[in-house]
Structure formats: structure tokens, C-alpha cells
């Protein structure tokens, strides 16, 4: 019945509130006040600025536009606008202290429990499948996951922990064919995909190849003993004045040790291991790696074919595996672990053509700028995804081990500047099929 899917819809999303909600206290109940209004890195907010921009943006957009309620607070909206206050200047600001920030998110929660009891979810798109509320539980994901990334740039004794990731279940290796054809990007149905996401629309791709597993560290280590940072063979040219001005030599977090390398992550150093994707490494990093091994970047379509279409159908599905929600069998996501599942470890999340690990573990970087689909229309607000379409931002996708399955699907598109490696960003790599190739 209508009713009982309101229940259930109701009840879903209570629990992927008080879901979220857990991690982003358990994110900032792991350091002391101090560490919690220190800025860590110039690139990031103070934990406890994210921390009340979460309540703030929920309180906007559900406790005001959809319950249309009474402000809770009306004076600090300019404080936790991310379009008026530039990371590096959050610090200076006159931010709530962290118990009056907490206090706040759990005054803004308990409004939200109200109007979630009341709503009903009618056809206006703001409600209809309890959009709002999933774009509130995915904008709290989304901060969660830059708090993590906050806490790996964070100096000081590990405070976070988490079991190691699964070992390689499945021998993965080499690329994948994917042959010539039309298949559909994006989507229309999802019901909480974000504007960027829409419209599904049909895309024509010539035959391709794809890495059938992220570059990992292994191979991004023949790529530095290569030489690969010392010529400008392989790099752009706004790629090698990069390198150039900050002076890159491997990814973010690694030093050399012994005759290897060791990388630092959430406070601990631990040998590199070979087997896992690269993570912390900038789009500059990854083109210019493509470009040594003979290879580049897939476009953004390249990426969601090989991970959304089947060949048996002609469809495109929600994931690789297909259209059923991640469990911890299909992906590394929802910060279980805190790092990159080496390659082969999830064989049940392989896409229908057998490419592995797209979603979770690490953000692939592609070649595609950050633009509207054709047919894009901005919802609920510009501000959320149109102002930054341009030549500005280069597309991710996949989710890293840090983004939560709430927040990632095959559809889901993330962005940033091509310079940024703070992120937990990697790659894999295409190259053309000769027409002679594009069959088997
Ligand atoms: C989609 C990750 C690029 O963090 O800037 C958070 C998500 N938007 N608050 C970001 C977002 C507004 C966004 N990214
Ligand atoms: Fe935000």
C-alpha cells in the first residue's frame, strides 16, 4: 500500500540519519576540543566547521525549506556558508565551540525526526522518494569523507582504527575490452541521484580498453624509478609547471624507506604495499602515468559504461554488480577500513565485463571536465552542482573507502581541481581499440 511504503520510506531514512549521524561524532569524538577547532591543513576546515555546517545545511534545507519551521538559528548561516567563508580563512572565524556546535546538530535532529514524522512524501520532487532527506544524509556523508581527510592530513598519535582490509580473493590483471556501441549514462529513476546525475541520456562510444584494476602501487613505483617526475614527456603542460612549482616526487603521504617506500596513513607509517591502488595522487600524477605506460585516462562515459552496462541486456545498472545496494562483499566504502583493498579483493563486485574495484577503494580521476549532462537542469539549487561545471574541475568517479555507499553509485559524480591529492584519489588507465581489436 501507499502507506506502508511511506513507513518504510519513513523508517529507512530515520535509520540512514542516525546512521551518518554516528560517524560524523564518531569523526569528531576521536580528538579533544583543541584538535577539533585546529586548522590541520590550509586546504581544510576546522573538523568543528564542517561540524556545524552539517547542522546548518540540514537546518536549511529540511527544518526551513521543507518543514517550512521557524528558524533555529538565523545568525550563523553566513559562518557555515562554504561559498562566502574560503577554507583557509574558517579558522579565524567566530565558529560555535564544540559543545555549543554539537548542541546545535542535535536541536536541528530532533526538528528533522518531527517533520520526517509528519511529511508526507507527495509528488513535489523536494519530497517525493524523500529526496531532501537522502540529499541531507549524502551532503553529511560528503563532509564525513573530507573530515577523513581532514584526519589523514592531521598531525599526531592514530586516534581512528579499523580492521584491514580483505585480501585478493581473485587474480585481476591486464584490460578489458569493451566494444562499440551506445549505452546509457546517467539516470532518470534513481531516486536519490543528485542534478549532476540527470538525465539519463544514450552515448555512442567507439571500442576501448580499460585496466581491469586500478594502477596500484607496484606499478606507480616503475613509473618514479622510471624517471616519470623528471620528464615533461608524459606530463601537459599545466601538469609539469605543476610539478615544477611544488616540487612533486610521489604521492602525497609516501618517503622513501630503506631501498622502498613507506606512506603515512592516520598516524601510522607502514611499508607501501605493492598490491594496492595508488591513493593521494593529483589528475596531473595520473595523466602523466598514463601517458609512461603508453595509455590515458578513460573520459567520464568510458568509466559508467564499463561499470553500468551489461552486455547481456544492452542496460545500464545502478552498480557493477548490479542494481542491489553495496554490502561489504561487493565494495570498500563507508570507511570500514582505512585504507585501499589491495586488487582482486572483491570479486562479487566486478562489472558484467569483468572490470574490478570501481566502486570504493580509491576515486578514479577520468579525462572529462565537469559539466551538465544535455537536458541538465539544476535541483534543487545552482549552487550545488551548476556553478562549477566549466574548465575549472576534472570529473572523479567510484567512491573511495572513505565514501559511503549512501553517497556513491554507478551515476555518482564527484569533482575537484586537477592540482588536489588531499583527496583519496587514483585512477586506472584506457587506451583506443583499433577497429580490428573492437570486436572479439
Ligand atoms: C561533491 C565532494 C565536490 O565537498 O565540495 C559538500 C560536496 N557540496 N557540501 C564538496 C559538497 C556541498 C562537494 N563534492
Ligand atoms: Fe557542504
Not at 519513513?10 to 554516528?22: D, G, V
Not at 579499523?162 to 532518470?188: I, K, N, Y
Not at 542534478?195 to 584494476?213: K, W
Amino acid at each position: 500500500t501507499d502507506r506502508g511504503d511511506a513507513e518504510q520510506l519513513r523508517s529507512r531514512i530515520a535509520a540512514e540519519l542516525e546512521r551518518t549521524r554516528a560517524r560524523t561524532l564518531l569523526l569528531t569524538e576521536a580528538v579533544d576540543d583543541a584538535d577539533l577547532v585546529r586548522q590541520h591543513s590550509p586546504l581544510m576546515s576546522p573538523l568543528v566547521w564542517d561540524l556545524a555546517h552539517v547542522g546548518n545545511q540540514e537546518e536549511l534545507w529540511l527544518v526551513r525549506d521543507v518543514g517550512g519551521r521557524e528558524p533555529v538559528r538565523c545568525d550563523i548561516d553566513d559562518l557555515y556558508d562554504a561559498f562566502k567563508q574560503p577554507r583557509r580563512d574558517r579558522p579565524s572565524l567566530p565558529l560555535l565551540p564544540p559543545a555549543e556546535a554539537r548542541a546545535y546538530l542535535a536541536t536541528v535532529r530532533e526538528k528533522v525526526h518531527d517533520l520526517l514524522d509528519r511529511v508526507a512524501f507527495d509528488s513535489r520532487r523536494l519530497v517525493a522518494d524523500g529526496f531532501a532527506f537522502g540529499m541531507i544524509v549524502q551532503h553529511e556523508q560528503q563532509h564525513d569523507e573530507t573530515m577523513l581527510a581532514t584526519h589523514q592530513l592531521r598531525a599526531g598519535p592514530a586516534v581512528l582504527h579499523a580492521p584491514p582490509p580483505p585480501e585478493p580473493a581473485a587474480r585481476v590483471a591486464g584490460e578489458v575490452l569493451v566494444p562499440a556501441g551506445p549505452f546509457v549514462m546517467g539516470t532518470d529513476t534513481d531516486p536519490w541521484a543528485l542534478d549532476n546525475e540527470r538525465p539519463a541520456h544514450r552515448v555512442q562510444l567507439p571500442a576501448y580498453f580499460i585496466d581491469a584494476a586500478p594502477v596500484t602501487n607496484g606499478a606507480y613505483r616503475d613509473f618514479i624509478a622510471a624517471g616519470g617526475y623528471d620528464d615533461p614527456r608524459w606530463w601537459s603542460e599545466p601538469g609539469w609547471r605543476h610539478r615544477q612549482e611544488v616540487g612533486l616526487s610521489a604521492p602525497m603521504h609516501w618517503r622513501p624507506d630503506g631501498d622502498g617506500w613507506a606512506y603515512q596513513r592516520f598516524g601510522r607509517w607502514d611499508r607501501v604495499r605493492d598490491d594496492e591502488p595508488v591513493v593521494h595522487v593529483c589528475f596531473h600524477e595520473a595523466q602523466a602515468y598514463a601517458a609512461w605506460a603508453g595509455k590515458r585516462l578513460p573520459t567520464e562515459a568510458e568509466w559508467e559504461k564499463a561499470a553500468r552496462w551489461d552486455p547481456a541486456t544492452g542496460r545500464s545498472r545502478r552498480y557493477p554488480w548490479g542494481d542491489d545496494e553495496p554490502t561489504s562483499a561487493h565494495a570498500n566504502l563507508g570507511q570500514r577500513h582505512l585504507r585501499p583493498a589491495p586488487v582482486g579483493a572483491y570479486p562479487a563486485g566486478a562489472s558484467p565485463l569483468g572490470v574490478h574495484q570501481l566502486i570504493g577503494d580509491i576515486w578514479e580521476w577520468t579525462a572529462t571536465l565537469f559539466r551538465g549532462y544535455p537536458g541538465f537542469a539544476a535541483f534543487p539549487y545552482r549552487e550545488y552542482s551548476e556553478v562549477f561545471f566549466g574548465d575549472d574541475y576534472q570529473v572523479l568517479r567510484g567512491g573511495s573507502f572513505g565514501t559511503d555507499g549512501a553517497a556513491c553509485r554507478g551515476t555518482f559524480r564527484n569533482w575537484d581541481y586537477p592540482i588536489r591529492r588531499q583527496i583519496f584519489s587514483g585512477f586506472r588507465c584506457a587506451r583506443d581499440a583499433r577497429p580490428e581489436q573492437a570486436h572479439r
